[in-house]
């Protein structure tokens, strides 16, 4: 028989043939990219719940570039199917009555599909229930949880429940999944000090799990209503590495207890059936904007630091850290230093950032590395939204300031898309409620596109719910002066002003210590001072490439004495007529007015619109 391998097998055997030095972290995997020149491991694989391999690269490749070069086809993706199609059995959940004797078994095949049998007395099946009792699954240790308080866990089918089992609990569901819930397995609960049920995260899961909540609340002590915090069931929740406590409450505490009311549960299948809680704004008392970096980086917020690769803007990050941690950092910590914690994987700690800090002046004992430890399993790096509830809690134990991810593409969940707004919302929206409820600040380090004209944001790698979910964005760029002074600018700060001065700043060597091995470099932020440039006009008279910013620069001089010449105001269409004529084009003009600040108006009539430089005014007569 030729065995098939797993779709994540043959990505991770093509990363070994293709010397990219795949390697396991818990469930997934980490490796080079092969479809970029990656010094990192940027590339993640993991399984999906339909079995196929799951491939992000956290640079921004496509994962069709990615599986192209590795001579792979998207097909190698997804699970193959077997070249015999008729269905075959992959589970039996037997149930069974109190005393363990087996009623009728629920069997799973592949294809996926669910049907039942009873045993036909001569050691065969018959594939039909007509006339046999219906009880719930794992019916003995449903019995006997309840002469020991012990909780019992409800779920929409046997497989979560028997993945709940495997974890300690009890757990038990219905024949037949969603919508086949019977009053009668309800007198089977009587006793239960508590039941926990588990909704899948779809709309007849929910509908399913008030049912049973309805049906139970009269006879058990309490009630819970709960869905995963992680994947669609409870299996996947767990299989996240998340434990059963960190399940997500849909109700409030005691909703669904037998004196509270059940019979009016939320609008009818709605997902999530949420209730509307309605506040009179004169009950929310208003709070001002504090600052971490004085009006720029707001406490309790997330901001992005932009950037193209070799920049320096990890060294920015690094530099405000060290400035937190010294009490130096223009804010409401002035005078106060406060702890940081980084999560980073794209720079060694050894050989980087750690020298960085030396060079920034940190006061390292401030400076937190954050890992993950897995019981009998490898450390890890924290994943969003898994690890958010264990982060705030390292938040309020060193009382940080401010949380560093570099960069925030890899601290995202292996499953999510990181080009699709609803799913990097999944982590980033449950962070920002973390950095609100902690009061620190979170600065992620992200990585941005070759394309975008004079729109920052529009080059931010991924889906555009970064930057929508981030309150406020740095944006860190060479200047198109010199490219030896980087410029750091603000297009994006919506709780404070919108014109403050961009930064000027060097990234210069920096000796920071001698050792045993040899002397110890890296690289230093020095300060210059600030420019009127902002980072929109920067990035137009940047342009794409060098040939653009030659001909902006061209543009530029030619512009400036042109005007000149016309005593410093002209007509907008003289001036694209006679740019045209020595060879300037419209979008290279644009460029040089941008970086000229020249103002545009319209006057006299009909009216028409004049180009002017900006010491010099505009009057009907021209």
């Known amino acids: 028989m030729n065995v098939i391998p797993a779709p994540i097998d043959r990505v991770v055997a093509a990363l070994e043939s293709a010397g990219c030095d795949p390697r396991q972290r818990g469930d997934r995997w980490e490796a080079r990219c092969p479809a970029h020149d990656d010094h990192t491991p940027s590339l993640s694989i993991a399984t999906g719940n339909d079995g196929r391999a799951l491939v992000t690269c956290q640079a921004g490749c496509r994962t069709e570039d990615v599986v192209a070069a590795l001579k792979l086809k998207m097909a190698d993706l997804f699970v193959e199917r077997q070249t015999d199609d008729r269905p075959k059995i992959t589970s039996t959940y037997p149930y069974v009555d109190e005393s363990g004797t087996t009623l009728f078994e629920v069997v799973r095949f592949v294809p996926k599909d669910f049907r039942q049998r009873t045993p036909d007395g001569h050691g065969g099946w018959t594939w039909k229930l007509n006339g046999v009792r219906r009880v719930p699954y794992r019916l003995p240790e449903l019995r006997a949880a309840a002469l020991t308080a012990t909780p019992v866990f ?291 380090v992200i990585h941005v596109n070759k394309s975008g004209g004079g729109d920052a944001l529009n080059m931010v790698m991924g889906s555009r719910a970064f930057g929508a979910v981030a309150r406020s964005v740095l944006f860190a760029m060479a200047s198109p002066e010199d490219e030896n002074i980087k410029l750091l600018g603000q297009p994006k700060n919506n709780l404070g002003r919108s014109d403050l001065p961009t930064l000027t700043y060097q990234i210069t060597g920096a000796h920071v210590a001698d050792t045993d091995e040899g002397p110890i470099w890296t690289a230093r932020v020095d300060w210059i001072g600030e420019t009127a440039l902002s980072i929109a006009d920067a990035l137009i008279a940047s342009g794409e490439d060098s040939d653009t910013r030659t001909a902006t620069k061209d543009a530029v001089a030619w512009l400036g004495d042109y005007l000149k010449s016309v005593g410093g105001c002209a007509a907008s269409v003289a001036v694209k007529e006679n740019g045209a004529h020595v060879g300037h084009s419209l979008r290279t003009l644009q460029r040089a007015r941008s970086t000229l600040k020249i103002a545009t108006e319209s006057s006299g009539f009909p009216r028409q619109t004049y180009w002017r430089l900006p010491s010099v005014g505009v009057t009907d007569e021209v």
Do not use: N
Not at 287 to 298: F, Q
Not at 303 to 330: F, P
């Open 154 to 444: 409800v779920t929409e089918g046997e497989k979560d429940a028997d993945s709940i089992v495997r974890v300690g609990q009890v757990a038990t569901c219905s024949p037949g999944g969603a919508g086949k819930w019977r009053p009668e397995y309800a007198e089977h609960f009587a006793g239960i000090s508590e039941v926990v049920i588990v909704a899948d995260r779809d709309a007849p899961g929910y509908r399913h799990a008030r049912e049973v909540a309805r049906s139970l609340a009269p006879v058990v002590g309490t009630v819970r209503l709960c869905e995963p915090a992680q994947g669609k069931d409870v299996t996947d929740h767990l299989v996240a590495g998340l434990p059963l406590d960190e399940l997500i409450v849909l109700t409030e505490p005691g909703a669904c207890d037998p004196a509270a009311s059940v019979a009016d549960p939320p609008i009818e299948g709605e997902p999530g059936d949420r209730k509307l809680r309605l506040t009179s704004a004169s009950r929310i008392t208003p709070r001002p904007v504090r600052w971490l970096w004085e009006a720029r980086i707001a406490l309790g917020t997330l901001c992005l630091l932009a950037g193209r690769e070799g920049i320096g803007k990890s060294s920015v990050a690094y530099a405000k850290a060290a400035q937190i941690t010294r009490g130096l950092l223009q804010g409401v910590y002035f005078g106060q230093p406060r702890a940081v914690i980084v999560a980073a994987t794209e720079d060694s700690w050894e050989h980087t950032i750690v020298p960085r800090l030396m060079a920034a002046g940190a006061d390292l004992d401030l400076i937190y590395r954050v890992d993950v430890t897995i019981v009998d399993g490898p450390d890890t790096q924290i994943t969003l939204p898994s690890d958010l509830r264990r982060l705030e809690d390292v938040v309020a134990e060193v009382g940080a300031a401010l949380i560093l991810l570099d960069p925030i593409m890899s601290r995202l969940h292996a499953s999510l898309d990181t080009h699709k707004d609803a799913e990097v919302r999944i982590a980033l929206e449950p962070l920002v409620a973390l950095a609100d409820r902690s009061g620190a600040a979170v600065l992620g």
